[in-house]
T-cell receptor
Framework: QKEVEQNSGPLSVPEGAIASLNCTYS??????FFWYRQYSGKSPELIMS????GDKEDGRFTAQLNKASQYVSLLIRDSQPSDSATYLC????????????FGTGTKLQVIP | DVKVTQSSRYLVKRTGEKVFLECVQD?????MFWYRQDPGLGLRLIYF???????EKGDIPEGYSVSREKKERFSLILESASTNQTSMYLC????????????FGDGTRLSIL
């Protein structure tokens, strides 16, 4: 079983719609969760961090965390073609030094 | 803003060469990481360091070594490059607190011929 799982996509949404990206993780005591955006040929760019259950909003982005279900999601409101990218979910393992496991990413396509 | 700088964006080397990839961060971060990223395999951790002169193996350390002589610099060394080490290499850094996110450099696309 993969430690961090994401649907590889592509997820296609029309411009202006809400894109919903999902991620599940296996380490029940993970404490820190991150979403990165990666454009083709570029490096991952941090867009959201979330540490406690519930929602965290930043502009058009909302991260949602449910530790009981071991589930974290990213919502992108009013999707734009410039949001077309691969979105990586990352989970910080409990204890020890900071080692993060990344999912393989979900490719999002926003159709004009 | 955090700045992680990798010495080369593109690099072409030959099989058997010793290859050095350099990474420098300007935020006084304790932790530094080297990943490789391949299509369909995602990001895989090669080595990481949580302090000067300290290093820990990641998930795929074979064929690689690292050096961290100064806090801001973390070098990845391919001892004898092979074609299966052709990949995108990404350096990242993070503050010592385990809740802090990693910040990535622009990456080095390495081709071994």
């Amino acid at each position: 079983q993969k430690e961090v799982e994401q649907n590889s996509g592509p997820l296609s949404v029309p411009e202006g719609a809400i894109a919903s990206l999902n991620c599940t993780y296996s380490d029940r005591v993970s404490q820190s969760f991150f979403w990165y955006r990666q454009y083709s040929g570029k490096s991952p760019e941090l867009i959201m961090s979330i540490y406690s259950n519930g929602d965290k909003e930043d502009g058009r982005f909302t991260a949602q965390l449910n530790k009981a279900s071991q589930y974290v999601s990213l919502l992108i409101r009013d999707s734009q073609p410039s949001d077309s990218a691969t979105y990586l979910c990352a989970v910080n393992h409990s204890g020890g030094y900071q080692k993060v496991t990344f999912g393989t990413g979900t490719k999002l396509q926003v159709i004009p | 803003d955090v700045k992680v700088t990798q010495s080369s964006r593109y690099l072409v080397k030959r099989t058997g060469e010793k290859v050095f990839l350099e990474c420098v961060q300007d935020m006084d971060h304790e932790n530094m990481f080297w990943y490789r990223q391949d299509p369909g395999l995602g990001l895989r951790l090669i080595y990481f360091s949580y302090d000067v002169k300290m290093k820990e193996k990641g998930d795929i350390p074979e064929g690689y070594s690292v050096s961290r002589e100064k806090k801001e610099r973390f070098s990845l060394i391919l001892e004898s490059a092979s074609t299966n080490q052709t990949s995108m290499y990404l350096c990242a850094s993070s503050a010592g607190n385990s809740n802090q996110p990693q910040h990535f450099g622009d990456g080095t696309r390495l081709s071994i011929l």
